[in-house]
């Protein structure tokens, strides 16, 4: 390195003007024989991989800065979008389809977690697309402590085929329905009132302490035979 002051002067007519040298930078130094691979500046620019911490409860589109070296690097997160789950925060949600039986008499189903299979109690008479919120079973929170929750969204799956016996015991539910609007395929009489009767039906019409048995009394039987 050839040592000068790191000054220069300017002359502009009457005027003389000092400043930092442009050649060394006002380093006072300026190498004779540089580098060919950084030019003198002490540093090159090269790739390297480094293994990068993912904070708990990260956010898509979130950056993070950490230390490379004596640099630092800002890097954005993408998080990959779930097929089971939804996040809306520290919170997911997702779906359990349920069968109609489950949904009428309730029970136990079993659900994926963020962490591991969660056991569902079911009540009786779930309606769809209520929730059932499980405290605790979310994403930890980045900013603060504890974890989200995890909210379940109940389905109801509607088979769409029968057999003979679950179709007579459908007909027989549609029967004693009393807050059905409307009408039901195959079914000439309900509670409601709803549906056709011809005269000959009409005559023939039995007592109500003689009716057949309701659905519910048949699912009872067909649970216990």
Do not use: W
Request: hydrophobic share 35%; net charge positive.
């Amino acid at each position: 390195a050839l040592p000068i002051s790191g000054m220069e002067t300017i002359n502009t007519g009457p005027f003389v003007m000092r400043s930092t040298c442009r050649r060394c930078g006002g380093r006072g130094s300026v190498m004779t024989t540089p580098c060919i691979a950084c030019r003198g500046t002490g540093q090159t620019k090269q790739k390297k991989t480094v293994m990068v911490p993912v904070p708990a409860g990260i956010e898509d589109g979130q950056t993070v800065r950490m230390p490379v070296g004596k640099k630092e690097i800002f890097i954005t997160f993408r998080v990959q979008k779930s097929p089971i789950f939804r996040r809306d925060g520290a919170d997911i949600h997702s779906d359990l389809f349920l069968s109609i039986a489950q949904a009428v008499l309730g029970g136990a189903a079993r659900a994926q977690g963020l962490y591991e299979t969660i056991n569902v109690t079911i009540p009786p008479g779930i309606q769809a697309d209520q929730r059932i919120r499980m405290a605790g079973k979310g994403i930890a929170r980045v900013n603060s402590y504890g974890y989200g929750d995890h909210y379940i969204h109940i389905k109801i799956r509607v088979p769409k085929r029968l057999t003979d016996r679950q179709r007579a015991l459908m007909m027989s539910f549609a029967e004693d329905e009393t807050d059905m609007e409307g009408t039901v395929n195959g079914v000439v009489n309900t509670a409601t009132g709803g549906g056709t009767q011809d005269s000959t039906q009409a005559a023939n019409e039995v007592p109500e302490e003689h009716k057949e048995e309701g659905f519910l009394t048949k699912l009872k039987k067909m649970f216990s035979s």
